[in-house]
Each structure stands twice: as structure tokens, then as C-alpha cells.
């Protein structure tokens, strides 16, 4: 069983594209997260829900706007996607602030 | 702030041992140690609590010095399948729930 899902693993896009990529986890967390991980492997917080409530929102352009349906699921959507988007996107989730985060396997974003 | 990982890089034959540094220039809450191999997720290693707590794996060890705002992991008799890149994450007293992650140390294990 999949603990963190996310789809698509691959995304190959054009500039100015809108993009979505989905987050589903069965574990029963309150909290998830999504994180961007750069071509340097840096991994860098970008959002965090709160049984479906925004608690963290990073300096990140409101090209991207994310979305909690219900406590399993976070939508990250992307608009008018840029170069520097290109990057590795990761969904996590966890229980709450200490415990340990599961993080999905990851969408490759690729914009041309 | 995203906290200061030392060394880079490590190479190690199987079974010597390696020392991960971690400091923040803030006060923690807490340290998070994962650790990455090529294409994958993250994978959680250990979490160190203000206070003393630890959660995680059996054959890791690491440890937190309030005081110093550092962490230290330590891979003691390194297998082949240590190979990876270790990442810790800090949260800040002043940043509830929000993982700063360092720029990670690539760990090599050779036969």
C-alpha cells in the first residue's frame, strides 16, 4: 500500500502552461506539505495544511496555489509556468510537528 | 534560515565510520535527519526534540545541543547501503512546524 501517492511523476510542459499535480496519502495525517527540490537538490518548503487549513505559505510566487479538499489530499496547481519552475516537486505528510514526514515519490517538473 | 551542513561530502569504506554536522545560527525546536538516494523520496531517519526526545530508527544515533543549536549524526560501521545524500531539517523556536532543510552531505560507501 502506498503510504504519500502524487501524479504525475512526470511533467513536461511548455512556458505560460497551467499545470496541477495531486497528493493523496492513506495514513491518516493532519498535516502535508509540498516542498520543490532544485537541479542542486536543495529541498525547500513551499506550503503546509493543517487539516485542510493553510498554516505555512512560503515566499513563493501566487502562480502557485495550492488546495486541501479534504484531510487526505493537497492539490498543488501552477500557472503560467516559468523555466525556473523546472524542479522536483514532493508531497509529505505527518501526523503533526513531531513526528516524521513521509514524502510522496515525487513529480518531475519540466518546463521548455 | 536554512541550517549549515558539514562536511559536503564524504567517502567511506564499509564499516568505517562518519560524523554529519548540522548548526543553526537560531534557537531549536527541533532536528530532522533524513536521508535521499539518486530519484527517490526522503527518507526519515530520526527526530531530535527541545528537551531531549528522540524518535527513530534503531542503528542511527544522533544527538542535539540546545546550547550549541547543533546536531551530529552518526553512521557507526557503514554499510554499502548507507550511500546516500543526508539532509537534517531544522524547526526554529520562533517558526511552528516549518522544516528548514540544509543543503545536504553526500555519503558514499565503497566496498
Known amino acids: 500500500d502506498t503510504a504519500v501517492s502524487q501524479t504525475p511523476k512526470y511533467l513536461v510542459t511548455q512556458m505560460g502552461n497551467d499545470k496541477s499535480i495531486k497528493c493523496e496519502q492513506n495514513?491518516?495525517?493532519?498535516?502535508m506539505y509540498w516542498y520543490k527540490q532544485d537541479s542542486k537538490k536543495f529541498l525547500k518548503i513551499m506550503f503546509s495544511y493543517n487539516n485542510k487549513e493553510l498554516i505555512i505559505n512560503e515566499t513563493v510566487p501566487n502562480r502557485f496555489s495550492p488546495k486541501s479538499p479534504d484531510k487526505a489530499h493537497l492539490n498543488l496547481h501552477i500557472n503560467s509556468l516559468e523555466l525556473g519552475d523546472s524542479a522536483v516537486y514532493f508531497c509529505?505528510?505527518?501526523?503533526?510537528?513531531?513526528?516524521?514526514?513521509?514524502f510522496g515519490p515525487g513529480t518531475r517538473l519540466t518546463v521548455l | 534560515q536554512q541550517p549549515v551542513q558539514s562536511p559536503q561530502a564524504v567517502i567511506l569504506r564499509e564499516g568505517e565510520d562518519a560524523v554529519i554536522n548540522c548548526s543553526s545560527s537560531k534557537a531549536l525546536y527541533s532536528v530532522h535527519w533524513y536521508r535521499q538516494k539518486h530519484g527517490e523520496a526522503p527518507i526519515f531517519l530520526m527526530i531530535?526534540?527541545?528537551?531531549?526526545e528522540q524518535k527513530g530508527h534503531d542503528k542511527i544515533s544522533a544527538s542535539f545541543n540546545e546550547k550549541k543549536q547543533q546536531s551530529s549524526l552518526y553512521l557507526t560501521a557503514s554499510q554499502l547501503s548507507y550511500s546516500g545524500t543526508y539532509f537534517c531539517g531544522t524547526e526554529t523556536t520562533d517558526s511552528w512546524g516549518k522544516l528548514q532543510f540544509g543543503a545536504g552531505t553526500q555519503v558514499v560507501v565503497t566496498p
Open positions: 531530535l526534540l527541545k528537551g531531549g
Open positions: 495514513l491518516g495525517h493532519d498535516t
Open positions: 509529505a505528510s505527518s501526523q503533526d510537528r513531531d513526528s516524521e514526514q513521509f
